[in-house]
């Protein structure tokens, strides 16, 4: 298998006391080596689920894998038992949750926080943990003097990438990285995801952003998957989301963006609400929401098509308009 990250026919549900909420339906995905792919949506649309079927960290119950295979360097994810997991965890696959900052334990110094990481997944001895999370300190640009240092004595910024160098401490071949950013402020954003850009470059990972903001995809990433109520309804390179868009709701994500050469008086919002994934329709899920709905979009559900290339989209009336004037 060429790809690094291979997902076909993924189906999550979440069996609650409510009812069945269908939160991935019949997801194909693939990354390559050393490859960044933005995962875009909106709230709810499964991009969490997503990225938890890929750790085996949905909650179950109520959570299940119903159908579907996740193929990570050729393993199969979904048929791993616990501790194929623990040893891939970590260790071959990493994630930075939302909210990391919750995610440092307050009573312990951040270098024994990285060290223990290293310690607990790669059996080494602690001296050598020790060494390798300053060296992974000063990867992330903190000052090995800082190690002894508590999670209150630093700045948000600074707790993000001691986040960040505990997520790749393992040299994980791949990292998800679910809304890294969105508790800093924007100038601290900014110098975050340059060095996330940075780390990448040097040290290779490949990666699955997690984000709303398709700015911050036109920056880091070279593919894309648009989800909108649990399916991938468009998929590409960045060229082909931005510059060849053909799925309306990829349109009015980008129509949404503000730009600065025009005279924006008010946000295009797109209208309408995601369906309930308790209760989805019958047919197309976005076409309440859709410009360009017909009859049939109402009666069948259309597939994941490939149009050129990587470039896939889930409609049954594409549009080509030369995309919108944003990012690349
Ligand atoms: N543990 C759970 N129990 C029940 N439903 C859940 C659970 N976790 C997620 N869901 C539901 O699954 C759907 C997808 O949720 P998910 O968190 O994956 O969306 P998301 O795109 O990551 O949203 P956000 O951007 O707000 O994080 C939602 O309808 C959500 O309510």
């Avoid at 995905?29 to 938890?52: F, I, P, W």
Wanted: charged share 20%; net charge negative.
């Amino acid at each position: 298998m060429d790809n690094l990250l291979e997902i076909k026919g993924l189906r999550v549900a979440f069996h609650t006391d409510d009812g069945t909420v269908h939160a991935l339906n019949d997801v194909d995905l693939e990354l390559g080596d050393g490859e960044t792919l933005g995962l875009v949506g909106e709230t709810g649309a499964g991009k969490t689920t997503l990225a938890r079927s890929i750790m085996r960290l949905i909650p179950s119950p109520p959570g299940v894998i119903e159908a579907g295979e996740i193929f990570f360097e050729g393993r199969d994810l979904v048929g791993a038992d616990i501790s194929e997991m623990l040893g891939i965890r970590g260790n071959r696959i990493s994630m930075i949750f939302q909210d990391p900052m919750s995610a440092l334990n307050p009573v312990i110094t951040i270098g024994d926080q990285i060290a223990e990481v290293i310690g607990v997944h790669q059996k080494v001895s602690h001296k050598e943990a020790w060494e390798r999370a300053l060296l992974m300190l000063g990867t992330v640009g903190i000052s090995a003097d800082r190690a002894g240092d508590y999670p209150h004595q630093f700045s948000g910024g600074m707790k993000q990438r001691v986040v960040i160098a505990i997520a790749l401490a393992c040299n994980p071949t791949l990292l998800i990285a679910d809304e890294p950013t969105t508790a800093l402020d924007v100038t601290i954003q900014a110098q975050v995801l340059e060095m996330m850009a940075d780390l990448k470059k040097k040290l290779g990972t490949a990666t699955i952003l997690i984000t709303h903001d398709l700015g911050i995809v036109a920056q880091m990433c070279e593919n894309v998957a648009i989800l909108y109520a649990g399916e991938i309804v468009e998929a590409g390179t960045v060229h082909d989301i931005f510059k060849r868009t053909l799925h309306p709701y990829t349109e009015g994500l980008l129509a949404a963006i503000p730009k600065i050469n025009e005279n924006v008086t008010r946000l295009r919002p797109i209208d309408g609400l995601m369906p309930d994934p308790m209760a989805l329709p019958e047919g197309c899920a976005f076409r309440e929401r859709c410009t360009y709905a017909t009859d049939l979009c109402r009666t069948a559900r259309p597939a994941l098509s490939v149009t050129e290339g990587r470039h896939k989209v889930r409609c049954f009336h594409p549009i080509l308009k030369g995309g919108a004037s944003y990012g690349q």
